[in-house]
């Protein structure tokens, strides 16, 4: 158990098109998610704080409106990156938290690749 | 602000070898600290969960010891085999939400 998903995998888009990542949960509710975001080797950092039912709480430095996170369910959250840009381009990680066990389980990661 | 770094940042090991790896943080309020194995262009696996009542935690040839009060956690991985290279992460969590921090990692390679 303790499966979870992201879609795509691996996009490549224009500069200044907008790019949704999705996570979901596949087997268990996951009230929090997170968001982290990864550079070619690099640890990861988390950008924001993703809660079912109510706004994400976004870390110091990442732009609420640059990165839009949408956690409409207790299985899906939704990251959009918006007007895209080169230096967006990066590894995005998803987990979601599991209560019972108070643990992280994380998804596959998306690669984001802006011309 | 929680910091975490681990040691050594690389390691290059023959086969059969045992191994530690070295993880320390700055705020000791943690609520649990998970060990992950990340290979090269893929998403984190996890390995270990320790709980921040717990002083250890083992599955097979990997063991997690946790010192929650000095901010030190280990990996130990005996009978080290190809197959263990990767990128091993260390997060303390904190709070219930179960926040994670991450370390830089330890990029583990063991030769045949």
């Known amino acids: 158990g303790a499966v979870v998903s992201q879609h795509p995998s691996r996009v490549i888009c224009k500069s200044g098109t907008s790019v949704k990542i999705e996570c979901r949960s596949l087997d268990f509710q996951a009230t929090t998610m997170f968001w982290y975001r990864q550079f070619p080797k690099q640890s990861l950092m988390l950008m924001a704080t993703?809660?079912?039912?109510?706004?994400?709480?976004?870390e110091q430095g990442v732009e609420k409106d640059k990165f839009l996170i949408n956690h409409a369910s207790l299985t899906l959250s939704t990251l959009t990156v918006t007007s895209a840009h080169p230096e967006d381009s990066s590894f995005y990680i998803c987990?979601?938290?599991?209560?019972?066990?108070?643990?992280?389980?994380f998804g596959p990661g998306t690669r984001l690749t802006v011309l | 602000k929680q910091e975490v770094t681990q040691i050594p940042a690389a390691l290059s090991v023959p086969e059969g070898e045992n191994l530690v790896l070295n993880c320390s943080f700055t705020d000791s309020a943690i609520y649990n600290l998970q060990w992950f194995r990340q290979d090269p262009g893929k998403g984190l696996t996890s390995l270990l969960l320790?709980?921040?009542?717990?002083r250890e935690q083992t599955s097979g040839r990997l063991n997690a010891s946790l010192d929650k009060s000095s901010g030190r956690s280990t990996l130990y991985i005996a009978a080290s085999q190809p197959g263990d290279s990767a990128t091993y992460l260390c997060a303390p969590g904190s709070g219930n939400t179960g926040k994670l921090i991450f370390g830089q990692g330890t990029t583990l390679q063991v030769k045949p």
């Open positions: 987990s979601a938290h599991r209560d019972r066990a108070n643990e992280q389980f």
């Open positions: 320790i709980q921040s009542s717990q």
């Open positions: 993703s809660n079912e039912g109510s706004k994400a709480t976004y």
